[in-house]
């Protein structure tokens, strides 16, 4: 960026060059250049002996802190921007950088605080490192899990027009995309001064103060209304936006549970300010009690084991508890690691009892080393160890031990998470099934609903009897016997309702309101805008007679933001709406097909789409791969075969469908990369049989929706909300 005399400071004095730094404005040009050139190393270099020479100068210090950011150097960074703020501490760029300081080391309240400072030191004039610092500090939020701190900045940057429209909408997908929990992404707008209240002069003052972005000194006022103003929604509901937005989760949470006690009579109210209670506790303490953690249980083997391996691997395989699981040594060897022997999956059942079995372990088998003995380790989550011990000590004949308390914690996981991610193995049938009837599910489909029904009937009967962090350590069972435990389970539910991807999830959900005594909502048949409504509300709106219009963007707004049990209704309902376009009906009928449960439903709706894609005039190609993936699923062979040769005569020339269907095909077991180069297919990777199951079928269809790139002609892509 070239600099002259009446260039504004990059050191954010608010002063011309020539008032400021004349005398620097060639080496400050220089070291751009350098910068541009991408030679940090010598632009680093450069300023660090300028900086000697000329000590104090803002436009020096902030370089320095900003190029030893670029070159990642934090330990150095931290230490210049300590002098910077310390030599000014009113300057903007200085307050700016040492936020970007604390958010990299972890403190998020400290960077929010100190870059609430700098905006309004900055007032409307701001330095061009400021809008820097603005979007590496909503990058830093999100992907340190502060959802709130992020989305406030780029509110800011919206409201101010700071930065280009592109810059703001790439900063809005930043924290749309950084997992914010579903009880975060409603926008939550700052709420207006109660009518005639005794203190409304206050509180206009913090309001006022909230919109010009003064957002410390918003809060300490507000703050300063509790003692009188301790039965307001209203002032609860400004604290706690505003300290979602200072990175003080811990507060926010606070204020939230004040709010849900103020809702009076409006019970889905409370139970959303609960919600995000839950998600604001969970962001200031993850770790907080009861997690279910991994662990190691480690076992020698005995001395008449560990001298036959090849007969230890033996007796394993045929034990009906294990199965065998694939191991890539080369992992283990790059991390300078000895590879286990064999790896095994361990269930709670064997084989032979007919019924789905849960996994409940991973067995690591080791031979002897030069360092130590042979040894058998197995790793899982906590409360399914001692079964899986039980299960396979005896045959091995050794008994593992736990790790010793106080050494370095595995990961864990919430207990709800623990349950939801149950897996089961299903029996096999004793016999090759025969070809698949039209218009019924194929043999594997079935075993797959029955192990789903399996872990959500399980789910169901545990869950609430199950101590949750997000209830205090209580059980959900325990915690319904008071309001606020009662709010706090209901708003666990209603998210897993609301949220939850297949529709067997969030009707599990809804089953587990029964054991705990809680009545399911009654469906929303109120006139007002959807857009009005709170998002973990959209799933109990009536649709019939729904303004087209609002269908259309509940479907995409739902489907976007995470709100699936929604969107997938208004999918529904929008392609059986007679007045609806035949590219909106395209867009839900695709989405319909990703996410049917069985292959005959996915081949209606595919009928379906090909009836709109001759509407809409484009080709059928992406169809036909569609299609083919689900018969090679079914076993179909004849159809199969039909629909390759007409994939050939009539989409030869279209690399998009030969790419889709090279896909389908290595899914299917096929080794393109082989064919292609003349060679035999890799062993373990034959080519399968026409009426083979895919070994895993992909969730993406494969089907172009309007307003894809490459299209034919499509619509208008519509505006996704992004989720806050």
Known sequence: ??????????????????????????????????????????????????????????????????????????????????????ACPDNPVALGYAAVTAAINGSSQEAATLFDRAREAAGTDLPTDLIRIAATLVQAAAQSGHPGFAQGIVDWMEDAQVGSADDRRMLAMVVGSSGVPPALRARMPLADTPTDSPWRFEFDTALKAARAWRLTKALTTFRSLRGVAAESPEVFTNIAILCEALSRPFEAAEAWLQVAILSGHDADAAIEATGRALALETEANPERSPLVRLERWTAALPPDAAADMDLLDDRIRHDGHCEPAAVDRSEWVSRGAVPPRSVWRVFDTPSSAGTPSRLLATLLLFGRQTDRDAEVIIQGFAPDLGPAAAAIGGMLGCTFTPPPPGGQPLPAVSPTNWLVA???????????????????????????????????RRFVDVWPDTALPELLGRTPREAVADPEGRRRVEALITEGEATSRRPDAAAAWTRVRAPLGL??????????????????????????????????????????????????????????????????????????????????????????????????????????????????????????????????????????????????????????????????????????????????????????????????????????????
Do not use: N
């Open 1 to 86: 960026m070239p600099l002259d005399p009446y260039s504004a400071c990059p050191g954010g004095t608010g002063k011309k060059l020539k008032f400021c730094c004349a005398d620097l404005v060639a080496e400050l040009e220089q070291i751009e250049r350098l910068v541009e050139g991408d030679q940090l190393a010598a632009a680093r270099e450069q300023v660090r002996t300028l900086d000697a020479a000329h000590p104090g100068r803002a436009c020096l210090m902030a370089a320095r802190t900003r190029l030893d950011l670029a070159g990642r150097d934090f330990a150095g960074a931290a230490a210049a921007s300590r002098g910077f703020l310390d």
């Open 422 to 456: 149950s897996q089961y193995r299903v029996a096999a049938p004793p016999a090759a099934p025969a070809a698949t009837p039209a218009g019924e599910p194929t043999v594997f489909e079935q075993l797959i609903a029955e192990q789903r029904d399996t872990a959500w």
């Open 519 to 724: 009545p399911v909502p009654g469906p929303i048949t109120a006139a007002e805008s959807f857009a009005e409504l709170p998002p973990l509300r959209w799933h109990r709106l009536g649709l019939d007679g729904m303004p087209l219009d609002d269908l259309r963007t509940l479907f995409i707004t739902a489907v976007d933001a995470g709100f699936e049990k929604a969107g997938e209704q208004a999918a529904t309902a929008l392609a059986a709406r007679s007045d609806a376009s035949a590219e909106d009906r395209w867009e839900a009928l695709s989405l319909l097909e990703e996410r049917a449960a069985t292959t005959v439903r996915r081949l209606e709706i595919i009928g379906e789409l090909r009836v709109l894609a001759r509407q809409i005039k484009t080709g059928d190609g992406m169809l036909d791969v569609a299609e083919l993936r689900v018969r090679i699923e079914r076993g179909d062979q004849t159809e199969v075969v039909r629909l390759l040769d007409h994939i050939r005569r009539e989409h030869s020339g279209d690399q998009r469908v030969f790419g889709a269907l090279a896909e389908v095909l290595m899914e299917a077991g096929v080794d393109i990369p082989g064919m292609a180069a003349g060679r035999p297919a890799a062993a373990g990777r034959a080519p399968a049989a026409p009426g083979a199951a895919a070994p895993a079928a992909s969730p993406a269809t494969g089907i172009w929706t309007p307003g894809q790139p490459g299209a034919a002609p499509a619509g208008e892509k519509k505006t996704i909300w992004t989720p806050g």
